[in-house]
C-alpha cells in the first residue's frame, strides 16, 4: 500500500506547479513558517516599507503640508475606497477608508436605522425597496433619534456568532436610537424580520467557523421587509467576491489588515450604496464629512457621496501604507482566489483526515463549498496549547476560545505545500 504522506506530498506540488496565483508568493515578505493566519493579520508585500518610507521622509519630512494636496493626502479616503471597490464587486464612488471597523459598524447601524425610518431626506420612505411601502404609523414626522417606534421600525437584528465588538455596538446603537436588539443566528433571520425591523448586522463570514452565510438571500430578506441590510466584510473581502452592487446590499464595513494586507491596525472601510448616499445622515459627522471643510462654518452640511462617511483627519500613514498593499490586487481575479482558496481548504482537510487519527479533531468547517469561507476551524481538546506547539514548529494559525483551531487560507501566498505541512504537524503533535 502506497504511504499516504508520500502521495499527499506528491499531489501538493502538482496542485502547486499548475497554481496560477504561485507567482504571487514572492511578493510578500515570507520565511519557511507555514503561516496560516493572514486572515487576522496578512503578511508583508515586500515593496510596502520603501513606499512607507517615502510617504515619511519625502512627503512628511520635505513637504510637510504641501502633501495634503500635492502628495493626494486629503483625497486618500475616497481614492483607496475606489481601489477596494472592485475587490467586494462596487462600482466607484461608494467606499470611504478610514477609522476602525468597530467605528464603521456604528456609523453604519445607526444611519441604516435613521434611513429605514426615512429620516434625512424630509421623511420620506425610500424609494428604492419595494417592500418599504408596507409600513405602518408612518406619521411624517422627522427622523428624530429615540422615538419610540412610531415609525414601526424599532428593532435591529444582530448575528448571535459575531464577533464581539459588532455585538457591543449593535447593542448601544440600539440604545442610542431605541431600539430593541434581537440577537439570531443568520439563518434565523429571515422568519424574524417584520414591519418592525429596521436593520440587520450580519457577518458575511463567521469568524470562528469560517462558515460564509448567504449575502444575496438574507439581503433579499430584508429588503423584502423593508429593513436595511448591513454587512461586516472582515473575513470575506479579499478572499471571495461579494457582489455589494450585484446584491443590493445597503451599508457595508470591513478592515484592511487581514485578507487586503494593510498592515496591524490599517483604517477599515464604509460603503454606502449610491441611491442612499443623499439621505445617509451619519451619527458622527466631522469636518471631513462637510460639505465646505475648510468653510469652517458652525453648522453642519453633509458632503456629496461616500464621503459622507468621513468624520476627521485620515490616518494618513496607515491609509498609505494600505494604498501601496493594494498593488499586489492589480491584475488578480477574485474569482481565480476563491478558486484557489476553495481548493487550498478541501486539500487542507483531505490531508488531515489522511494524517490525523479518527476523533482528535472534529471540523466546523461546512462542507458546502457554498456556506465556506477561507478558512479551517477544527474543534480540538487543548486547542491553545495545541497552536503553541504548531507556532513552536512553524505553523502558524491561531486559538479561539474555548477550543477551537483556527487556519486562515490566504490565497495569495498561501501553497498546497503548507497546507499539506501543516496538516502532517498537526498529526505528530496530536499523536505524541
Ligand atoms: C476583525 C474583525 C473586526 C475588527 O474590528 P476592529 O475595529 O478593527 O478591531 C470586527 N468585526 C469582525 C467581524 C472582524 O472579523
Known amino acids: 500500500m502506497s504511504d499516504p504522506r508520500f502521495d499527499l506530498r506528491v499531489r501538493a506540488k502538482a496542485l502547486d506547479a499548475e497554481d496560477g496565483l504561485a507567482v504571487k508568493r514572492a511578493e510578500f515578505v515570507l520565511d519557511d513558517t507555514v503561516y496560516l493566519d493572514g486572515n487576522s493579520l496578512g503578511a508583508l508585500p515586500a515593496h510596502v516599507p520603501e513606499r512607507v518610507a517615502d510617504v515619511v521622509s519625502r512627503q512628511w519630512g520635505r513637504l510637510r503640508i504641501r502633501s495634503w494636496d500635492e502628495s493626494g493626502w486629503w483625497t486618500a479616503p475616497e481614492r483607496i475606497g475606489d481601489r477596494i471597490a472592485p475587490l467586494v464587486g462596487a462600482a466607484p464612488g461608494q467606499i470611504v477608508v478610514g477609522d476602525s471597523t468597530s467605528v464603521n459598524v456604528f456609523k453604519a447601524l445607526v444611519a441604516a436605522v435613521r434611513l429605514a425610518r426615512g429620516a434625512g431626506g424630509g421623511g420620506e420612505p425610500d424609494a428604492g425597496h419595494g417592500g418599504r411601502d408596507g409600513r405602518d404609523g408612518r406619521d ?21 456568532t459575531t464577533f464581539p465588538t459588532d455585538g457591543y455596538i449593535a447593542e448601544s446603537a440600539a440604545r442610542l436610537t431605541g431600539c430593541r436588539l434581537t440577537p439570531l443566528a443568520p439563518a434565523e433571520v429571515p422568519a424574524a424580520l417584520s414591519s418592525r425591523t429596521a436593520a440587520v448586522l450580519l457577518n458575511h463570514a463567521d469568524y470562528r467557523t469560517g462558515r460564509l452565510h448567504d449575502l444575496p438571500g438574507l439581503t433579499a430578506a430584508a429588503h423584502a421587509a423593508g429593513a436595511l441590510a448591513v454587512w461586516d466584510l472582515c473575513h470575506t473581502a479579499g478572499a471571495l ?9 445597503d451599508l457595508a464595513v470591513g478592515c484592511t489588515y487581514k485578507y487586503l ?3 496591524p491596525g490599517s483604517p477599515a472601510y464604509l460603503y454606502v450604496r449610491e441611491e442612499l448616499q443623499d439621505r445617509f445622515d451619519s451619527p458622527l459627522p466631522g ?3 462637510h460639505a465646505e471643510p475648510f468653510g469652517m462654518r458652525p453648522g453642519f452640511e453633509a458632503a456629496d457621496g461616500a464621503l459622507r462617511g468621513r468624520v476627521g483627519t485620515p490616518d494618513i500613514l496607515s491609509m498609505l501604507a494600505l ?12 474569482d481565480a482566489v476563491r478558486a484557489k ?14 494524517y490525523v487519527p479518527t476523533g482528535l479533531v472534529e471540523s466546523l468547517t461546512p462542507e458546502a463549498h457554498a456556506e465556506r469561507g477561507s478558512q479551517v476551524a477544527l474543534r480540538c481538546e487543548g486547542a491553545g496549547d495545541v497552536m503553541g506547539r504548531l507556532i513552536e514548529r512553524g505553523v502558524v494559525g491561531d486559538f479561539r476560545a474555548p477550543d477551537v483551531l483556527r487556519f486562515g487560507f490566504t490565497p495569495l501566498y498561501v501553497s498546497f505545500a503548507d497546507a499539506e505541512r501543516a496538516a502532517r504537524v498537526l498529526a505528530e503533535i496530536l499523536e505524541s
Open 140 to 160: 411624517g414626522r422627522d427622523g428624530r433619534d429615540g422615538r419610540d417606534g412610531r415609525d414601526g421600525r424599532d428593532e435591529i437584528i444582530v448575528d448571535a
Open 241 to 249: 467576491p461579494v457582489g455589494l452592487d450585484e446584491h443590493g446590499v
Open 261 to 263: 494586507n494593510g498592515g
Open 287 to 289: 469636518w471631513n464629512s
Open 323 to 334: 494604498e501601496a498593499a493594494l498593488d499586489v490586487w492589480d491584475g488578480v481575479s477574485v
Open 341 to 354: 482558496s476553495l481548493a487550498l481548504t478541501d486539500f487542507f482537510l483531505r490531508c488531515v483526515e489522511a
